[in-house]
């Protein structure tokens, strides 16, 4: 394979023909040269004649002035042939080893920047997905927390809802008894002094005293000795249900601490039972004796 340097001009083989053809060229000028000032060098031929005339003779015609011809030209200066200069081929150029190297090193450069750059891009990318999942499940437990607490709001208030409506419901069934109740009073007919509650008066049993003196005796607790057997009597009104609403102290055993006793029992004691036939007895006025 040819090391030649293609920019370089083509090597020159022979200089003869070019020699000679440089030399015809100038014979040929030169001649060409020579004939243009040769064919001017003759002088024009002049032409005389007489004119006999007779008659009075005219002036004869002023001689015509034949131009004087131009100066033959010069011939041009000729030039030698200027030599033909052969460049002198140049060695092939060597490459250098330096460049070389310092080539590979920018590729190599170039090839890492580009790894990293796609290392970035990729880890920028792993980073950004991180992000998104970790925002789709901050958004998931927030919904998930907010729904919770709907549930929990929406199980409160249904909660209040069902224990309004069992407040309204034993509300107006207490509205109902009260009615009921206070259409008895209204029905009653007893005297003015009466203050039962039930339509018409009647006795009690004759064991229903009895009954409520043992409902009453196991509550009563002395402080203090009593002297004697005094007797206390008690007037104890009661509601339809039995339940004691008043007590009145109507004789006194004598004895403060008897009495008091007697009183905090009855507190104690809180609701009597119904009678035999399953009526309350309001007002009842019992007496009590320590040693009975």
Known sequence: MSKRDPFMPPRVQRTGPALGLAVLAHLLLIAALAFGVNWRDTEPTSIAAELWSAVPQAAAPRAVEVPTPPPAPQPAEVRKPEPVVVPKPQAPAVPDPQIAIEKAKREEAKRRQAEEDEKARQEKLADEKREKEELAKK???????????ADAEKADKLAKEKADKAEATRQ???????????????????GPTDSGTALQSSAPSAGYAGRIVARIRPNIVLTDPVNGNPRAVVEIKLAPDGTIIDKTLR??????????????????????????????????????????
């Open 172 to 190: 107006a069934a207490l509205r109902e008894a009260n009615l009921k109740r206070m259409q008895g009073l209204a029905d009653a007919t007893g």
């Open 139 to 149: 958004k998931a437990a927030a919904d998930k927390l907010a729904k919770e607490k």
């Open 251 to 292: 004789e006194s055993s004598g004895s403060k601490t008897w009495d008091e006793a007697v009183l905090r029992a009855i507190d104690r004691t809180g609701i009597l039972p119904r009678d035999v036939d399953g009526r309350v007895r309001t007002p009842i006025v019992i007496g009590f004796r320590p040693n009975d």
